[in-house]
């Protein structure tokens, strides 16, 4: 297989491996122990694309606002000893999830787990909807959609 794999999707359907479509640039993410839904990011395109938005790699997991995983507000999880914080922008709040506790500051654990290693985004397994990555305060960080977005 090439170390690359660049796509371009066609019809109105997602691209996806059998149930689980394949994740690009935007794509929403939520933390279980996190208040608010963040985007999945990406300072630099790998090169491949679906729709013209970049695909993701299960390297692409460092954390910061401008980098891959921003911070999910406030953090519920009891293994959070940060600063006491109350989110005042209920933009984005994850129904069901107070916008207090501690501030959100992501110890990622590893890479994104799950990844589709049959098919290669820079030479590295492409994520979908079902991969998941450990934050080591608890949580666990997951997709709530693609972010292909079909109209």
Known sequence: ???ELKMEAQGQEQVQVPGHPYVVRGAKIC???GSHVRRLDMPKSHGCYIRDKAMMNNAD?????TQNIAPFGACTSPANQGADVIIADLTDLV????PAGKMCAPVLAGQ?????SKTLVDGKPALTTQCVIVCSLGGIIQFMDAGQEVY
């Open 1 to 3: 297989m090439a170390d």
């Open 31 to 33: 933390c279980t122990c």
């Open 112 to 116: 994104w787990l799950g990844a589709q």
């Open 61 to 65: 997991c460092v954390v910061g606002l």
């Open 95 to 98: 129904p069901g999830k107070p």
